[in-house]
C-alpha cells in the first residue's frame, strides 16, 4: 500500500462541506449519477472537530459505509477527485487506497477490516490508527460490539465514531430497540468510542424524488 498523503482538514470548513454535497445533489438531479448517492448535511462541523482534536493525519486509516463523501475530503483526497468518483458511481463505496480510505455501502462489513487493521498496526508496531466512521442503527449491530469489545480488550488503536442522526432510513432507532440511548453508553466501551448526535436535512439517499436517468 502507497503511504498516506496529508490530510487537509486544516483549510476544509463547514462551508466547503456543505457546498459539495450541494453540487453533487445538483449533478444527481440531471441523472447524469446512474448509481446511489447518500447525501448528508448538519454534521458538518462534528466531523471536522473529529478530525481536529484527534489529529487524523496521513498514517491513519478512515473507515466508513455509504455516507462517507465529507470523510474523503477531510482525510486529503483532493476535491475534484472524491466528485469524478460519485459521478462515476462510487458514492456509497469510495475507496482511495493512496490516502488510506475505505468505505462500503454494506452495513457494518468494514468493522471487522478496520478492528483487524488496527491490530496489525499495533502487532507490527507501525504507526498509525483506525477510525471507524457509522450511524447509530450499525452501531446497534452485532459486528459492531464484537470489533468494539476486540478493540478495548486488546486496547488497539482503533476508534469508533457514532454519528446519531436518530433514524435507519426512515424508522427510528431507539424506537426500534425500546431504549433511549446507545447500548455502549456509560459501559467501558465508551473510551473507544465517540459519539455525537446530529440532524440530516436530506433524505437517506438520493433527493426524495425519482431521477430518470
Known sequence: ??????????????????????????????????????????????????????????EDYVFGHWDSHELALLKGVPREEVKQAIIDGKSISLCFPEYKVFCTGIVGSLMGTATGAAWALKNQGKKGRAFIFCGDMTAETGIFHEAVKYAVNFDLPATFVVGDNGLSVMTNTREVWGCPEPWFKGTKYDKKIIYFKYTNTYPHSGLGWKIKF
Open 1 to 58: 500500500m502507497m503511504p498516506g498523503k496529508s490530510t487537509s482538514v486544516g483549510t476544509i470548513n463547514k462551508e466547503d462541506l456543505v457546498n459539495f454535497e450541494k453540487e453533487i445533489a445538483g449533478i444527481f438531479a440531471t441523472g447524469v449519477i446512474r448509481a446511489p448517492v447518500h447525501l448528508r448535511a448538519g454534521r458538518e462541523e462534528a466531523l471536522i472537530r473529529i478530525f481536529q482534536e484527534n489529529s487524523i493525519g496521513p
